[in-house]
């Protein structure tokens, strides 16, 4: 191999180097946006199963009649048409999740917006509460106190209203919830979080 040949060979491996690590230099500053998909799929996970979950143990007991949401299965019914992925990660957050809530669930302030929200339009009732839980920050037990508050709505209404909720919901997580949550590791950063040590 000539010495021209051999010079033209290591620029055009060179050439190959440069372009690779351009690429993932690119890669390695991708915006935040680009990860949100997953976070919305585990996320939708997470909220159906800590409803389904919260319904399994306490049923229709904070609904005001079991006609209201067209019988007990209605909800497990809805539930159960949902595509819900359980792999061992999300169960283990949905897990921690309600320990996050049995803690939180003691709090006054807690109780008194459970009070105010009994016989409210669902979407208005979530809406304020969700701004009042929202209004200094997020935090992980604030976002479980919304996915606690997206349960009592669905149980204090109709089952029409089911889907509308739940839509919301998603909704508010993409647009208010999901970049903190990314910012902060993912869903799994959430076992950092402890309510024992407030």
């Excluded at 949905?94 to 809530?101: D, S, T, V, Y």
């Excluded at 349960?151 to 909720?165: E, G, L, M, N, T």
């Amino acid at each position: 191999m000539s010495l021209f040949a051999l010079c033209g060979y290591l620029v055009s491996v060179g050439r190959v180097y440069w372009q690779l690590f351009s690429r993932l230099k690119k890669e390695a500053h991708k915006p935040i946006s680009e990860n949100l998909p997953y976070i919305l799929r585990i996320g939708k996970a997470l909220l159906l199963g800590f409803i389904k979950s919260l319904w399994q143990k306490f049923g229709g007991q904070h609904a005001a009649t079991g006609e209201q949401l067209g019988g007990e299965n209605t909800l497990t019914e809805q539930l159960d048409g949902e595509d819900i992925p359980d792999s061992p990660q999300i169960t283990s957050l949905r897990e921690w999740m309600l320990r996050i809530w049995q803690e939180l669930s003691n709090e006054p302030e807690i109780n008194s917006m459970v009070q105010s929200v009994a016989g409210e339009d669902p979407l208005r009732a979530l809406a304020e509460v969700s701004e009042h839980t929202f209004a200094t920050g997020i935090n992980w037990g604030r976002i479980v106190t919304f996915f606690y508050f997206t349960y009592r709505v669905i149980a204090q209404s109709s089952p029409d209203w089911f889907s509308r909720v739940i839509d919301w919901a998603m909704g508010f997580l993409q647009e208010r919830l999901a970049v903190w949550i990314e910012q902060q590791g993912g869903w799994t950063a959430m076992f950092r979080y402890n309510p024992f040590s407030r």
